[in-house]
Nanobody
Framework: QVQLVESGGGLVQAGGSLRLSCAAS????????MGWFRQAPGKEREFVAA????????YYSDSVKGRFTISRDNANNVLYLQMNSLKPEDTAVYYC????????????????WGQGTQVTVSS
């Protein structure tokens, strides 16, 4: 079993930065692909970024490419999302996920999910 706990969310002004963390317990280091998704009020959960098992490959949605960076520390079982140049439309609950994820942008391919952390970007 894998448990995921996100942290690092908060309120930030447009143009600012935040770094989200996702602490994983259980056997995740090098076992699963991991990703970040987000869900804004009234909208479906959407893909943000994903990373391969050992961090060699990363993938981003077009809306965050060039502004967000996903990384992982397998030695400490932590996933990160560095978010720069934040925009009000980035406001959402951010979730980390882990799984075999053949399609790394497909939330249905992830078996394990955290509870989410709120990110609010003011204009």
């Amino acid at each position: 079993q894998v448990q995921l706990v996100e942290s690092g969310g908060g309120l930030v002004q447009a143009g600012g930065s935040l770094r989200l963390s996702c602490a994983a317990s259980g056997r995740t280091a090098g076992t699963y692909r991991m990703g970040w998704f987000r869900q804004a009020p009234g909208k479906e959960r959407e893909f943000v970024a994903a990373i391969s098992r050992f961090g060699a490959s990363t993938y981003y949605s077009d809306s965050v490419k060039g502004r967000f960076t996903i990384s992982r520390d397998n030695a400490n079982n932590v996933l990160y999302l560095q978010m720069n140049s934040l925009k009000p439309e980035d406001t959402a609950v951010y979730y980390c996920a882990a799984g075999l994820a053949r399609d790394m942008s497909n939330l249905a391919d992830y078996a394990y999910w955290g509870q989410g952390t709120q990110v609010t970007v003011s204009s």
